[in-house]
């Protein structure tokens, strides 16, 4: 797991201004204070999927279009939920009470934690599978229902298991956490190495005008 400098400045909405050697020391103690508190745990687990896109062994249906084109083809999934833990969480609390202006770099920082952690673990997903992964994909994405976070955190036991839990609203606790599906092709292996982030959730997005959008190439 680790912070990386340009994907920070982007979720800042950085555009390419230019920044002085204080504002990059800034950074560099919130991605260092971030780490240093960061508890990472995950849970994974792999299911069989049926034509009408349900985990065997579940009741659970992946419902919405984008989610099934994206699985298109799989007959296994695996499905997992990562956090960095309450740690984080709980001194961002600490600094938004105290200076807003290093809250809001520690919340930036956490972010693009959390979303290498999930790198990581599609990296290792991707070492031990003999045939080609999709990138992830979780819930809010396209239409993708947010509300499956909750049955996804109940098949994994998310609660007793990394301490992640996911309230009436379908929001997760702690907020530094992910849940995901990524699909199982039968294609062989890619021996390239694939790009680490998940290059779907910005594709998979509505929102054409993002100030956080990635951007895109051709």
């Known amino acids: 797991m680790q912070i990386d400098k340009q994907e920070f400045l982007r979720y800042l909405g950085w555009k390419g201004q230019e920044t002085d050697a204080d504002f990059q020391e800034k950074l560099d103690e919130a991605a260092k204070h971030c780490l240093e508190l960061c508890d990472a745990r995950s849970v994974v687990r792999r299911f069989s999927l049926t034509e009408n896109f349900i985990l065997g062994g579940t009741d659970f249906c992946l419902e919405g279009n984008d989610i099934r084109a994206h699985l298109a083809g799989c007959r296994e999934i695996y499905l997992f939920a990562a956090t960095i833990g309450a740690g984080a969480e709980r001194e961002l609390m600490r600094l938004q009470s105290k200076n807003a202006y290093e809250a809001l770099l520690f919340d930036t920082a956490a972010s693009c934690a959390i979303e290498s952690y999930c790198d990581d673990i599609c990296d ?95």
């Open 124 to 218: 290792d997903l991707q070492s031990a599978c003999e045939t080609q992964l999709t990138s992830r994909f979780s819930c809010g994405y396209g239409d993708f229902p947010i509300a499956a976070q909750r049955d996804i955190c109940a098949i994994l036991r998310t609660d007793s298991k990394i301490g992640l839990c996911c309230d009436e609203y379908c929001l997760l606790t702690p907020r530094k956490s992910v849940t995901a599906i990524v699909g199982i092709t039968q294609e062989k292996r890619s021996s390239q190495k694939t790009e680490r982030a998940c290059g779907h959730k910005c594709a998979a997005c509505p929102n054409r005008t993002c100030a956080f959008r990635a951007k895109e190439t051709s």
